[in-house]
């Protein structure tokens, strides 16, 4: 009766074990199935908000850009439209419009991440402030402005290309990673 005994137990903690097995190894796959669904999705989420923002962000470059080539001819002539408005006032409207158009994809950029987008997106903000900022000093020198205070523009120019290009570097390493199971 022993050795009956001995093979009815070694069956029962067999068939617990493989139950036990089964059911681990079901739970195991299926979680790692919905965190590499979670990580597409995610990953999904990234390259929409990092292309809406690459998309917004040569929008605003290009806007600041047309306002310093067209100084004189389109804002002298919406000044007059809008009598009573200053020169300088006009210009600070206008490019904080175009900045303020920057601010809600910057944000979803933020919050999807990671942590190295972020960074490349405080480069952003670091370089389009500048750029507007001249704007605005030269249209309240107006008339007094010189040559020499344009100067600075082609530099600021060169630093806005600077951060696409780390953010586009950035993004490019973010995206790189492709989910996987058990990360």
Known sequence: ?????????????AGVFALAGGYYGSRRQTADQADVEHGQWQRGQRLEAYLALLDAWDAAVQKLTDLAEDWEHQLYGEVEQRAGDEFGDVIAARTGRITADLKRPME?????????????VAG???AIEPMAKHLVRMAIKEDRAGPED????????????SARVVLASAVKEALKVSPRPGK
């Open 124 to 126: 952003l903000r670091t």
């Open 108 to 120: 979803r950029v933020h919050l999807l991440g990671p942590p190295t987008v972020e960074a490349a």
């Open 1 to 13: 009766m022993n050795e009956a005994w001995a093979a009815v137990v070694a069956a029962v903690a």
């Open 150 to 161: 344009w100067e600075p523009w082609e530099s600021l120019l060169q630093q806005a290309d």
